[in-house]
């Protein structure tokens, strides 16, 4: 099937359809309440029927973006979730991260195929670590990004000292788009700027609905809520005055932010969220190749994989390879080139997420994320296309700092323990390093943070039947290397060169002193930094 030369009317379908396109993330610090925002847009969406207890996410009996069970266990996300759903007449496509710094390369990649970020900012820290570093990728993706300030409904910060503090730290201009009626804690409800009407929220069954709103005028609102109105008021104008009024160009450029508050848990604020997003972010635009040229959405099929996961369907074993399409239509059946190595791929098995929920797909734009089952040829940054190739640029990997060495528990099981490594390197969840000294039997482990260690046992155990033991190893700092300076490297104490998946020599050191020792004997080595600059292969 070839979509070299398309109809007009076709050519004009794409275009329609890239437009009602709305594809982000949504980043935070850990426990900011990012899949609770995640499912509160669901709801408000009329997708899920509920959204679960406010008692935290470990006790919610419906999480729909979190379904591995450490995830239900711990109350974190550690995967990556999609959500495509219908609101208003837009398409949302709602890619839910990891907000731990241990999986931060797992974020990256979902970062990579996105328009929009929503920053979730807890109203009682501000901006914390693991927020700043995910705004930093933002930044050098420039991703325009929506700042919504939670938990509203707890004690937290005053909102002007919260204002201050993401100007001064982010460089972003604050731009209300509502603004909280009652101090943090006292949420009555939001002050919607762009209406100029107060929307008054009341609890609806512990927070598991939609909540009750009311709309006032102002007037009507200053005589019911007294100082609480009179000062959100003040405080938005004082905003607006020292920085701008609400301009979706400055939005869009990455020089200012729209500014929301919520409450997540009791789903206070949220549907503000929801039509910001479809009224003010990015749509599916041209997306650059790996040459810098923009690739116009009408060009025939073009998209990337972001992202690879297996054991969704315990039923089925099956793995799932997630792509965002950046041009053209992506029609199901079609058969596309797999960008790295040249070979057709059948898209026969194709589908929409929503969570661990998939149904078939026929066709999808611009913008949509597209499951592709049994895809195992599949790898995360691989260039999909019709016709023409196109490639798009590789997604990096992150310098490990924790390293381990993995063995089998049961010898008779060694089949299904290689298996096993080769698929969670597949899917990214790991860097997996050999070496002829130590054999398939003992592959090395690199990861960015410990958890994913955790990880990588719990589904060894339970999706491959093969428990192992891991043995920690006193490296903490990689560089990439040659061949050639293996010779030279394998005579230093305290340091080990091994090969990753990617083709790239990685060598390991105990500590920056003796890297530093190498660098100083060893001038002419090649060791370069693992970096988000260093494209994977």
Known sequence: ?????????????????????????????????????????ALHAKVIGTAGASSGKANRKETVSDWMQMEKDRGISISSAALQFAYRDTVINLLDTPGHADFSEDTYRVLAAVDCAVMLV?????????TMKLFEVCRQRNLPIITVINKWDRPGLDALALMDEITERTGLQPMPLTWAVG??????????????????FKRNNAGANIALTEYFTPDEAAASQGDDWTNAVDE???????NLAFDVEAFHAGKATPILFSSAALNFGVKEILDALV?????????????????????????????????????????????????????????????????????????????????????????????????????????????APVEFPAIPLFAPEHFQVARSKDPSRFKQFRRGIEQLEHEGVIQVLRSDIRGDQAPVLAAVGPMQFEVVEDRMAHDFS???RLERLPYSLARITTAEAMPVLATVPGTEVLLRSDGEYLALFNDVWALRRVEKNHPDLSLLPIGTHNPAK
């Open 279 to 387: 009224d003010f972010a990015p749509s599916a635009a041209p997306r650059p190749d790996v040459d810098g040229d923009a690739r116009p959405v009408d060009a025939p099929f073009a998209g990337f994989v972001f992202k690879v996961q297996a054991g969704m369907n315990k039923a089925h074993r099956d793995h799932v390879a997630f792509i965002r399409v950046c041009s053209g239509v992506f029609e199901r059946g079609m058969v596309v080139t797999q960008g790295r190595t040249g070979k057709s791929f059948a898209t026969k098995y194709a589908q929409q997420v929503f969570g661990r929920e998939r149904e078939v797909i026929d066709e999808a734009f611009p913008g949509d994320v597209v499951g592709l089952v049994n895809a195992s040829s599949l790898r995360v940054g691989d260039s999909l296309f019709l016709d």
């Open 183 to 200: 101090i943090s804690g006292d949420f009555r409800g939001v002050w919607d700027l762009r209406s100029d009407r107060f929307a008054q």
């Open 122 to 130: 807890d109203a009682a820290k501000g901006l914390e670590t693991q």
């Open 466 to 468: 093969a428990p192992m």
């Open 1 to 41: 099937m070839s979509q070299e030369v398309l109809s007009p009317a076709r050519v004009q379908e794409i275009h329609k359809q890239a437009a009602r396109r709305r594809t982000f993330a949504v980043i935070s610090h850990p426990d900011a309440g990012k899949s609770t925002l995640t499912e509160a847009l």
């Open 236 to 242: 938005a104008g004082l905003v607006i005055e020292s």
